[in-house]
C-alpha cells in the first residue's frame, strides 16, 4: 500500500511561485515513479509533472520551462517547483504513484487529498 501527502499550496500572485511537496510512503512492485496531477471543478485530472526512481521526467507543455520536478530520496519526498505562475495555473494540484515506462507516465490507483493552488491577477 501506497500513502501520499501533498502540502505546500496556498494564494500566489502571478508571477509568484510555489513548491509544492508529495511525501509518500509504503512500497509495492508496481510503482516506480510519482506524478503531479491538476484539476479544475468538473475536469479530469491532467498530468503535469512525472519523475521516475532513476531521476527521468516528463512534463505538459503547459509547464514546461516554467516547472520543475525532484525527488529527495532520503526524505520520501517529491516536489514540483512552479514558477512564473499564471491565473490559469489555479487548481487542485494531486500527488500519485504510478509506473513510468519508456517516457510515459502511467498512474496507478494510489492519490493523495491534494493540495489547492490559487494564483491572482
Known amino acids: 500500500q501506497v500513502q501520499l501527502v501533498e502540502s505546500g499550496g496556498g494564494l500566489v500572485q502571478a508571477g509568484g511561485s510555489l513548491r509544492l511537496s508529495c511525501v509518500h510512503s509504503?512500497?509495492?512492485?508496481?510503482?516506480?515513479?510519482i506524478g503531479w496531477y491538476r484539476q479544475a471543478p468538473g475536469k479530469q485530472r491532467d498530468l503535469v509533472a512525472s519523475i521516475d526512481t532513476s531521476g527521468s521526467t516528463v512534463y505538459a507543455d503547459s509547464v514546461k520551462g516554467r516547472s520543475t520536478i525532484s525527488r529527495d530520496n532520503a526524505r520520501n519526498t517529491v516536489y514540483l517547483q512552479m514558477n512564473s505562475l499564471k491565473p490559469e495555473d489555479t487548481d487542485v494540484y494531486y500527488c500519485?504513484?504510478?509506473?513510468?515506462?519508456?517516457?510515459?507516465?502511467?498512474?496507478?490507483?494510489?492519490w493523495g487529498q491534494g493540495t489547492q493552488v490559487t494564483v491572482s491577477s
Open positions: 500519485n504513484a504510478g509506473a513510468f515506462y519508456r517516457g510515459n507516465y502511467s498512474p496507478l490507483d494510489y
Open positions: 509504503g512500497t509495492t512492485s508496481s510503482v516506480n515513479a
